[in-house]
């Protein structure tokens, strides 16, 4: 491989070599005829390479082409041209182009080469020149939404994280390419006007050289430099005009079929109605005109049964589409494969009623699919890991105002909304009411009030919370991905987060995985963490932990708790503002006596079996004094001993969801704590 890379890398050098070889030293004219044949065969290359190309990133080093072709393509002018001013001779193809073209007459070949030359630079070059500018500004400017239309594909579910990527690289690949192009066309129309100057100095130093030296008369030096001049400058031009044509396809190209001669000739030919008409009119005029009769008749006929025989091909196709999708639509129906593909369970889903879609229709101004990208950002920033896939659909089984959000395709949540108004809550300090329609706000179950867009600015005036239908929709589903993130995490997503891992710190990986822990055990710990809001984005710390304690212990809960205490920082952060004394609730060491009393060991793990009774009295307790921090505005956080933590912390869950364990190791020694109260049974 790496030889063959040598060999290409290789080739190129030598054509830029060659090129400003031919800047300096004089070549012999049948040297110089290889590479005026090696050049046109370059061009015609590069035009049918265009033309079949399926899109333009096929070639995406085509600016690159076009600079170093035209440098080729100069050093061969001023080759041409030293001969032809030293020697009287350019070789046998400049020769034989300038005879040839012009039928050995100057003043026919003049012309022609004058046609070729406005045609190559007012019509070609000035056309591809104006497509790659426009080109490159709208592939600039499209490229927001084409961003915004690859997020919204992202977040339905159409494509998953790789396939996003590859097309915002391509994305980024166009704009780069056609930016290029637009420069690079300047080359070639640079090449055109240095093709001008080189002819007239040709004739010019040609004919002088021709009086001079060479002993010919004016008639006899204009012959003879004349024709070598024309030969000289179709010689390159051709080449030069190919290129040109070949940038003018590739930037004009409006579809990804390689085949495209086809395609233009059933876009071109393909609508009978049109060949009957063309046909008519030929017809029409080979009657009633001086026009040759047998001439436009035929041609007019040859157009109508044309036609006929497309209109012809048209129905068959059209009958033998109709047969196969109906062959095919049978064929779904008996493939086993269509109910596999039912049992897929999508881990997040938002459906809404058909009056909520205007929120999520990128066309009508909705910005909900942004919210969701935003969502999955931020959630991998508070807690380290990846929110898989939301998926949004429509569901007309709803009410219109209605959505509802699904983990693992249950329902677990619903929402109501109205789509042209507002909620409003108050934060327990306004006294004056504004008038509206009583609600409860989803996400907390906070009474709120819909109000209007005019009496928006009041609220906000009178210190309510106002906050729109997306907002609302949004920090619902936030919510219920914080509360049930933990079971999202599946087996592959923590392999991935071990993958990110190693790549820089495989030692640590090696050893730990799964020389000390499994990948089902490690995907427990990170759960375990998930569950009660702690971040798992210090990986490196939360694997160091595992190692260390994994050869004596491999009880997830307990690793779970050590790991918990190695965060300490960031769980004292979370819960504990710097500077500011915390109240909290304490639990009495009875009670925590009393629970490392009723641990229960078995082969599956340790679990707490506590008296009902003892239990009943113990959250009734919990009950009166988090009541105490309620009253004061606080976060319910209770703190325990290390070892009863992660025990009390599943004796309350199903009584208390948002209540706060922390043990005492895992505060910082620098928190500041105020206890308002002691659990007791």
Not at 361 to 387: H, Y
Request: overall charge negative; some cysteine.
């Amino acid at each position: 491989m790496n030889l063959k890379m040598r060999r290409t890398d290789a080739i190129v050098a030598i054509y830029i070599l060659v090129a400003f070889v031919m800047f300096i030293v004089p070549l012999p004219a049948i040297l110089l005829d290889v590479f005026m044949a090696f050049n046109m065969a370059v061009a015609f290359t590069i035009l049918f390479v265009c033309m079949f190309a399926k899109e333009v990133l096929d070639l995406s080093y085509f600016p690159t082409i076009l600079l170093f072709t035209t440098i080729f393509r100069i050093a061969m002018n001023v080759s041409s041209t030293r001969l032809i001013l030293t020697t009287g001779e350019a070789g046998n193809v400049v020769r034989t182009f300038g005879e040839f073209v012009g039928g050995g007459d100057l003043i026919v070949g003049t012309i022609i080469f004058v046609i070729l030359i406005m045609i190559q630079f007012l019509v070609i070059n000035k056309g591809s020149e104006r497509v790659a500018e426009v080109t490159a500004r709208f592939t600039l400017d499209a490229m927001p939404g084409k961003q915004m239309a690859i997020d919204a594909d992202l977040n339905t579910g159409a494509i998953d994280d790789r396939e996003a990527k590859i097309r915002r690289d391509k994305i980024q690949q166009e704009s780069s390419f056609f930016g290029s192009m637009d420069g690079a066309v300047k080359y070639v129309k640079g090449d055109a006007v240095a093709g001008l100057l080189l002819t007239a100095i040709n004739v010019i130093g040609g004919i002088t050289m021709g009086v001079t030296r060479g002993g010919l008369d004016f008639g006899a030096a204009m012959q003879q430099y004349g024709v070598l001049t024309i030969g000289d400058g179709l010689v390159s031009q051709i080449p030069s005009l190919l290129i040109s044509l070949s940038t003018g396809v590739l930037v004009t190209k409006g579809g990804k079929e390689a085949d495209f001669g086809p395609l233009i000739l059933k876009q071109l030919f393909g609508v009978p109605k049109v060949m009957y008409l063309v046909g008519a009119t030929l017809a029409f005029l080979g009657i009633v005109t001086d026009l040759n009769t047998i001439l436009f008749l035929g041609m007019g006929l040859v157009f109508i049964v044309g036609g006929r025989v497309i209109a012809g091909n048209l129905e068959t196709a059209e009958i033998e589409a109709q047969v196969d999708t109906d062959e095919v639509a049978a064929e779904e129906i008996r493939q086993p494969e269509n109910v596999n593909s039912l049992l897929q369970v999508d881990p997040i889903e938002l459906e809404f009623g058909y009056g909520i879609i205007p929120l999520a229709d990128v066309n009508q101004g909705g910005d909900l699919l942004d919210r969701v990208v935003m969502i999955r950002r931020q959630i991998a920033l508070e807690l380290g890991t990846v929110v898989p896939i939301i998926r949004l659909r429509d569901n007309i089984q709803l009410n219109p105002n209605q959505y509802i959000i699904k983990i693992k395709g249950i329902q677990v949540s619903e929402g109501e909304i109205l789509f042209d108004h507002y909620m409003a809550m108050n934060p327990g300090y306004v006294e004056e009411e504004i008038t509206g329609i009583p609600t409860f706000e989803p996400s907390f179950h906070l009474p709120a009030i819909w109000i209007t867009e005019g009496q928006r600015e009041r609220a906000e005036s009178l210190g309510y919370t106002v906050v729109d239908p997306p907002s609302i929709i949004a920090t619902h589903l936030t919510e219920i991905i914080r509360q049930h993130i933990d079971e999202l995490l599946t087996r592959q997503d923590v392999q991935n987060l071990i993958n990110n891992l190693k790549e820089s710190n495989p030692s640590l990986v090696e050893e730990l995985v799964p020389k000390q822990l499994g990948l089902g055990e490690i995907q427990k710990v990170l759960q375990n963490l998930l569950k009660e809001g702690i971040s798992i984005r210090d990986l490196l710390t939360v694997f160091e932990t595992l190692a260390d304690y994994a050869p004596t212990t491999r009880d997830t809960d307990i690793l779970t708790e050590y790991v918990r205490q190695s965060l300490k920082r960031a769980i004292s952060g979370k819960y504990f503002p710097p500077h500011e004394t915390t109240n909290v609730i304490t639990l009495d060491p009875k009670v925590e006596q009393e629970i490392m009393n009723s641990i229960k060991q078995t082969e599956q793990g340790a679990y707490l079996n506590l008296d009902p009774e003892k239990t009943k009295r113990v959250m009734a307790s919990v009950g009166s004094e988090l009541q105490k921090l309620e009253n004061l505005g606080k976060s319910p956080i209770i703190i325990t001993s290390p070892i009863v933590r992660m025990y009390f912390k599943r004796l309350t869950e199903d009584y208390y969801r948002d209540l706060i364990v922390v043990s005492y190791n895992e505060i910082e020694s620098n928190v500041e704590l105020q206890s308002v109260g002691m659990v007791t049974a």
